[in-house]
């Protein structure tokens, strides 16, 4: 992981940061493999209230690496795609999907930054987070067309929860490439920043100020909310404040509130 993606952790937050510079962060099995190592490592670390993911250098990610298309070309099988893609390595995912689908499905939110580039996998990979931040005329793409491809990495049962229909459709049947601006009208962007990392790592820190208990209860509700009924998503809603309602840390932030003082939570899980 030392080596395609780093960690540094401050006051509750970890900054997971792609640094493969030399290829805009592309995408190797090396680089899929640190993604998914990182994710699982936060989410063993309790006092991790907050993630930021973005890419160091020149870009967000440049999608998967060319050079793996070579291969396909001259009849190779990359170390990239030795296993079978219906094969789950992860749980109910492949590699691929994993690397994309971990930011979603960690129990902290994750708030992504992207600059300049962010295509193909790149682009799936910043979907899986909770919100997203970009700077003035990033490009994003759902290239995977341009290779005789589809989606694969997790991404499109998101998309469809953030984006009309027929906007996704005519994105990934063309591959059309569109700036931050567009993206955010559409909803695949939710802020843009001139720098935005360090307006991603800001709201992390004043999410990892709230009680942690609720912020991750929250991040649960909404991210199982889109798959489930009204019956059901109402008992989760109900399920889970019986949990954090009366809690320590629910107690805490209704004094801190009442005493106008700053919080201290602890970081125990339920």
Known sequence: MQDRVSITRHDHVAHVE???????????????????????????????????????????????DVSNFASMMSGEKSNVESVPLTERTHGIANLFQKCSFAWHELEVPVIAAAHNTCIGGGLQIYLGSDIRFAAPGTKFSIMEIKWGLIPDMGATPIMYHLARRDVINELTYTGRV????????????????????????????????????????????LSSAPYLSEAEGLMMEAELQQTVIGSPNQIEAVMAEMEKRPAKFSDTKK
């Not at 709230?210 to 991750?216: E, F, L, T, V």
């Open 18 to 64: 792609m640094i493969r510079e030399d290829k805009m962060n592309a995408l190797d099995k090396g680089m899929m493999e640190g993604l998914v190592e990182a994710a699982e490592t936060l989410s063993q670390e309790d006092d991790i209230r907050a993630v930021v993911l973005s890419g160091k250098g020149r870009a967000f990610c440049a999608g998967l």
């Open 178 to 221: 569109f700036e931050a601006e567009e993206a955010k009208q559409i909803g695949f962007v939710s802020h843009i920043a001139d720098d935005p990392v360090a307006k991603a790592l800001e709201m992390a820190q004043t999410i990892a100020s709230k009680n942690p208990d609720a912020i991750r209860a929250s991040k649960k509700l």
